[in-house]
């Protein structure tokens, strides 16, 4: 069973470029969510989805930070223009209900320059 | 406001002996708590989980014992293992907003 697969592993650019990172979901997950794990806030909840509507974004540090899902096989963070501080490495889940076990991609790590 | 929070940022075991993770929560609304277990370059991997209605859950080497009039949880590993070293987060939820809410982790390192 292929997992929750996000790409790019890693990305690094410069300051002011939009970044666009990628998840693909496990099949048959309702629930999707974006997490931004650093030391000094840990792993933070940014926005989920429930069957590709958003449902909480409360978590998203600012305008800069948008959420996509188009469709169920697949949502999109972006960050547009991209800043230093945005350095993390962002996670990625799925789960099948709101309560269940989530499933965590491997991440990716993102370094602003 | 750290809802969850792992006061030991790091703990070290001999292998076969018990390790016991800790987590303490603020909200007595929690439904639910997990734990999450994290290699490096790898996303968290979800080990084991209690409802609040329970004490203890078992599974294997791994047993979470929940106390919610201290709210506290703990889980046990017992023995450690080698490939136990990790770095563990408690999670917990409220099924009313559906949102996770994570610990900032314990650094767990099992000593040949």
């Known amino acids: 069973d292929a997992g929750v697969i996000q790409s790019p592993r890693h990305e690094v650019t410069e300051m002011g470029q939009e970044v666009t990172l990628r998840c693909k979901p496990i099949s048959g997950h309702d629930y999707l969510f974006w997490y931004r794990q650093t030391m000094m806030r840990g792993l933070e909840l940014l926005i989920y989805f429930n069957n590709n509507v958003p449902i909480d974004d409360s978590g998203m540090p600012e305008d800069r930070f948008s959420a996509k899902m188009p469709n169920a096989s697949f949502s999109t963070l972006k960050i547009q223009p991209s800043e230093p501080r945005d350095s993390a490495v962002y996670f990625c889940?799925?789960?099948?209900?709101?309560?269940?076990?989530?499933?965590f991609g491997d991440g990716t790590r993102l370094s602003i320059l | 406001d750290q809802q969850v929070k792992q006061n030991s940022p790091s703990l070290s075991v001999q292998e076969g002996r018990i390790s016991i993770l800790n987590c303490d929560y603020t909200?007595?609304?929690?439904?639910?708590f997990l734990w999450y277990k994290k290699y490096p370059a790898e996303g968290p991997t979800f080990l084991i989980s209690?409802?609040?209605?329970?004490d203890k859950n078992e599974d294997g080497r791994f047993t979470v014992f929940l106390n919610k009039s201290a709210k506290h949880l703990s889980l046990h590993i017992v023995p450690s293992q080698p490939g136990d070293s990790a770095v563990y987060f408690c999670a917990a939820i409220n099924f009313g907003n559906e949102k996770l809410t994570f610990g900032t982790g314990t650094r767990l390192t099992i000593i040949p």
């Open positions: 889940a799925s789960s099948a209900t709101s309560a269940g076990p989530q499933h």
């Open positions: 909200n007595s609304m929690f439904d639910y």
């Open positions: 209690i409802s609040s209605i329970k």
